[in-house]
């Protein structure tokens, strides 16, 4: 009954940013944890990052460490991923994902998916 929606995603060039968004709708009885994957054509998806729901903590996989930030403004029911320093091998479609608790690793009781959205870096 909670739907995720991302936004943001586009095509590129390597070293620009972009800011994905996803934003919460529906019948949300509660605040979540939220983390963000990708999936690249042919490979599995990956854990990027995510955001406790208090926003106090965020966790990156290695790969965007430094340059992928995470924020979210829950008047708004929305998480908000600041990509910067892109690289062609951050192309794929990215995916939020709500559910109880925020890890180093993803998610625990994973509650929705969102249906993702592109990003494209040209090299």
């Known amino acids: 009954q909670v739907q995720l929606v991302e936004s943001g995603g586009g095509m590129v060039q390597a070293g620009d940013s972009l800011r994905l968004s996803c934003a919460a709708s529906?019948?949300?009885?509660?605040?979540?944890?939220v983390a963000w994957f990708r999936q690249a054509a042919g490979k599995e998806r990956e854990f990027v990052a995510a955001i406790t729901e208090s926003g106090l903590l965020t966790f990156s996989a290695d790969p965007v460490k430094g340059r992928f930030t995470l924020s979210r403004d829950n008047d708004e029911n929305t998480v908000y991923l600041q990509m910067n320093s892109l690289k062609s091998e951050d192309t794929g479609v990215y995916y939020c994902a709500a559910g109880l608790q925020a890890t180093a690793r993803g998610l625990n009781r994973l509650v929705a998916w969102g249906q993702g959205t592109q990003v494209t870096v040209s090299s």
């Open positions: 529906g019948r949300a009885s509660r605040v979540y944890a």
